[in-house]
């Protein structure tokens, strides 16, 4: 490297130290709560960045998930079944969003121990969003609740049991709400090698480390191109094979 750029380098490093420590100086004079939500801003743009690099310039970005998720609804095809596996319930705001705008979906699968983290999450405690071991109380039929840890009722059977079959074109939605890396990363080895053309993955922290990895640690395992359906500037939502995203308003089987 040429002599005066290796000296500009070196200034320039120096400066982004000097800022970098009198931003930190002034966030320590702050409640925790400005640091924190400006480190998770910075995370933010740094996924945002890294989407961008993995998908395109012309990546679509939502502000909300809900905004993410009807895009999400535009690419169910309305000549298949479909199944929802979603890996972390929590209180159930997502079967509460999704069940009554999409009558195109005939079971509804969800995974959790419903007593909340089983260790501390980024501000989060041990025991963290816990329903007091109880499924939310939906009355809908398409639902059914497995309780217990992802590591016990998550398996290749399982999966492959929602797979299409000669007599059902079925389409899965797989949506990742685990929050830990661990349990994250046991469900997505039993999901990335058996996907099927017009699956639907959706990941509702991927800008926070532990999802991310297992991105980072699973895409490549895929059977197909995993193209982008959006992205919020905390989740991701794609599809494998071509996009079957509906022109215009929304698919037929659910109200806008």
Not at 120 to 144: K, M, N, T
Not at 167 to 195: M, N, S
Request: glycine share 6%.
């Amino acid at each position: 490297m040429d002599p005066a750029a290796t000296t500009l380098a070196r200034a320039l490093k120096r400066v982004k130290g000097h800022v970098a420590l009198a931003a930190i100086s002034v966030c320590r004079r702050l409640p925790i709560v400005f640091f924190r939500n400006a480190v998770q801003f910075g995370q933010s743009l740094e996924y945002s960045l890294w989407v961008i690099r993995k998908f395109g310039t012309d990546t679509v970005f939502f502000a909300t998930r809900e905004r993410l998720w009807h895009r999400m609804l535009s690419c169910l095809r309305q000549d298949s079944q479909v199944s929802v596996l979603e890996f972390g319930v929590a209180y159930g705001y997502t079967p509460k969003w999704w069940l009554p705008r999409c009558t195109l979906i005939n079971k509804w699968y969800g995974f959790d121990t419903f007593t909340g983290l089983p260790c501390a999450w980024r501000h989060f405690a041990v025991g963290a969003f816990d329903a007091d071991g109880r499924p939310p109380a939906l009355s809908d039929p398409r639902i059914e609740w497995i309780v217990g840890r992802i590591e016990d009722t998550v398996s290749a059977s399982r999966i492959e049991a929602t797979c299409s079959t000669e007599k059902a074109r079925t389409q899965r939605v797989f949506i990742f709400d685990l929050d830990l890396y661990e349990p994250t990363r046991h469900a997505a080895e039993f999901v990335f090698p058996r996907l099927q053309e017009g699956d639907i993955l959706y990941f509702d922290e991927a800008a926070d480390w532990d999802e991310r990895r297992v991105l980072l640690e699973e895409m490549p395992k895929a059977s197909k191109p995993l193209m982008l359906i959006g992205a919020t500037p905390m989740a991701l939502a794609m599809q494998v094979g071509p996009l079957t995203e509906q022109a215009g308003t929304p698919a037929s089987g659910y109200p806008s």
